[in-house]
Nanobody, 114 residues
Framework: QVQLVESGGGLVQAGGSLRLSCAAS????????MGWYRQAPGNQREMVAR???????IYADSVKGRFTISRDSAKNTVSLQMNTLKPEDTAVYYC????????WGQGTQVTVSS
């Protein structure tokens, strides 16, 4: 059973930066896919960025050029550097992992004030 623990998040003004981190435990294997999703009030959960153990990454169009995902496959950790934040980035951000099935963190709130 994989457990995901997130850290980071908080309140920031528009144009500012935040960094989210996530550490996975409960498995001796390198997790194939890790990433970040977010859900704003009234919206569906959406993919923000994902990365594979092989180094491939994908980003939502809305965050390209502003967010950067990175991971340490040996440690099963993943981070999301968020720059030039906008009010529309406000959401609960969830760490995601896939190892035979989907796993989710509890979520961390990111609020961007205008």
């Amino acid at each position: 059973q994989v457990q995901l623990v997130e850290s980071g998040g908080g309140l920031v003004q528009a144009g500012g930066s935040l960094r989210l981190s996530c550490a996975a435990s409960g498995t001796p294997f390198s997790i194939r896919i890790m990433g970040w999703y977010r859900q704003a009030p009234g919206n569906q959960r959406e993919m923000v960025a994902r990365t594979t153990s092989g180094g491939s990454t994908i980003y939502a169009d809305s965050v390209k050029g502003r967010f950067t995902i990175s991971r340490d496959s040996a440690k099963n950790t993943v981070s999301l550097q968020m720059n030039t934040l906008k009010p529309e980035d406000t959401a609960v951000y969830y760490c995601y992992a896939f190892l035979s099935r989907d796993y989710w963190g509890q979520g961390t709130q990111v609020t961007v004030s205008s």
